[in-house]
């Protein structure tokens, strides 16, 4: 593998280990405002005790994403120096802006947050959720901005070189931050949402903690169900807007090579040096239904519209758009279904679709993962499109060295994940029990860990009342 191979893929995998996080901590953290909200309102203790076990979740997984997230910042500047001087001038202050914005009030209110249940007001603890919430989205942001200027660059002049800022506002609201600033938020929004309703249906297949259980399943599916919606059309306007920007990603993400084609591939195995797919599948006339016309006459744009040196790789680009839309597809069926078992009250005597649902915890996740492929790999071999190409841009330092970094990333990010996914194991199999106001801890000696402050013959009989499942 060359310089530019092993630099890039070390930065693709930083950035896919890092956004793995977000697709869950920045709906978690609306989530958690929504559900303290509730505990504050109502007083009801399973909103505190949903409360207080999501919480725990979003604090390990935001802490993972914020040491992967400043990784990122370095690598800018020692494996991409070209980029970092020449796009410095914009890129830079927008970055900067995360810092200052976001940053600081995540850093000023996560502390009350994490700790402040029972040490602070109810009022005072609500409102710090809420500015960790906004320090969330306000990062996403910026991020966003900083990307969609690298896809669709305008409100600058070049001298000498290099990117000079001429107009504020429209290097950050340039035409593609308009729509994937939203559709990256919704699709965040409902990756959390699909994590919170497979770790609910844990429960509801174990059994246990079925007032916790039903509560974040129902909230989670109930606002995604409201979100899926607006995000297929947000896509679509994403579509709509950056791929004819980008002409190159479209005509890779449709799989086609010389033929025009009025079908959709559904599978293809693309082969980017003989420039043919070796295996494909592909629905007649579909193709032409995406671009508005039912006639079977408007055909899809091949790649070899595209000169081959400013060609994506079609493999990366197709899957990335493959991943994201089938996800998609998943998502939309399962609140589909569960929209219907609802209406029949059956949504929670059907362990079959308990189960189900267990699986599509990572639903969210994948789709928000393939967007990201799809958007960098379509973007290639541009790093600011059009105008720098990542070749350019890379920094001359030693293969051997980027290699020893790229295994020494890829096997700590690995041990990370690892131990995240341990981490919510064991915080499953513990369970939400002991964080129900109504249990505390007994003295060390003793033979059990947590029990019920009061009666359980009294307590099990009023959560099963109150739910519906006496």
């Known amino acids: 593998m060359s310089l530019l191979d092993l630099s890039r893929w070390q930065f693709a995998i930083t950035v896919i280990f890092h956004m793995t996080f977000p697709a869950i901590t920045v709906g978690l953290s ?62 830079a202050p927008i970055i900067g802006m995360e810092v200052v914005t976001a940053f600081s009030v995540e850093a000023g209110f996560i502390g009350v947050l994490l700790y402040g249940d029972g040490r602070v007001r109810k009022g ?4 710090a959720t809420v500015m960790v919430s906004i320090g969330t989205i306000l990062s996403s942001t910026w991020i966003i901005a900083a990307n969609s200027w690298m896809q669709t660059p305008s409100g600058f002049a070049l001298h000498d070189g ?16 308009l729509w994937r600033w939203p559709h990256m938020v919704l699709g965040v ?45 947000m896509g679509d306007q994403v579509a709509g807007h950056v791929f004819p920007a980008q002409l190159s990603k479209a005509e890779a993400a449709e799989g086609n090579w010389t033929t025009p084609n009025t079908g959709w591939v559904l599978f293809a195995i693309p082969d980017q040096q003989a420039e043919r797919n070796i295996a494909e599948l592909s629905i007649p006339c579909v193709g032409s ?14 790649l070899d519209l595209t000169p081959t040196a400013d ?47 267990l699986w599509t915890t ?20 541009w790093v600011v499109f059009g105008l720098l190409r990542t070749s350019a841009a890379v920094s001359h330092l030693a293969s051997g060295e980027i290699l020893f970094s790229v295994l020494g990333f890829s096997l700590l990010y690995l041990v990370m994940l690892v131990a995240y996914i341990v981490y919510i194991v064991r915080s499953l199999r513990i369970g939400p029990e002991r964080d129900h106001p109504d249990y ?28 519906g499942l006496s």
Request: proline share 6%.
């Open 162 to 177: 290099q990117f000079q800022p001429t107009n504020w506002v429209d290097a950050i609201f340039n035409p593609s931050f």
């Open 124 to 127: 005072t603890l609500f409102a």
């Open 289 to 302: 239904a995406f671009y508005g016309d039912l006639s079977c006459k408007t055909a899809n744009p091949p």
């Open 311 to 357: 060609r994506p790789d079609m493999a990366a680009v197709f899957w990335g758009f493959r991943a994201m839309f089938f996800a998609a597809l998943w998502m939309f069926g399962t609140l589909f279904y569960a929209t219907i078992l609802r209406f029949r009250r059956k949504l929670w005597t059907s362990r079959r679709f308990h189960k189900y649902l």
């Open 30 to 91: 609306i989530f958690l405002c929504v559900v303290y909200g509730l505990y504050w309102r109502t007083g009801k203790p399973v909103y505190l005790q949903m409360f207080r076990f999501w919480r725990r979740i979003f604090a390990v997984g935001f802490a993972i994403g914020v040491v992967a997230g400043i990784v990122i910042t370095f690598e800018m500047g020692l494996n991409w120096g070209p980029y970092a001087a020449q796009t410095g001038p914009i890129v």
């Open 362 to 381: 990572p639903a969210g996740i994948v789709a928000v993962l393939g967007g990201w492929v799809l958007a960098e790999t379509g973007r290639q071999p």
């Open 440 to 467: 505390v801890d007994r003295p060390a000696d003793s033979d059990t860990t947590q029990v019920p402050s009061r009666s359980p013959d009294r307590i099990v009989p009023a959560l099963a009342s109150e739910e």
């Open 189 to 233: 929004l409902i990756s959390a949402g699909f994590f919170i309703a497979g770790i609910g249906a844990y429960y509801l297949v174990k059994g246990r903690a079925l007032q916790f259980a039903r509560r974040s399943v129902s909230i989670a599916l109930g606002v995604a169900a409201i979100l899926l919606p607006a995000q297929v059309f």
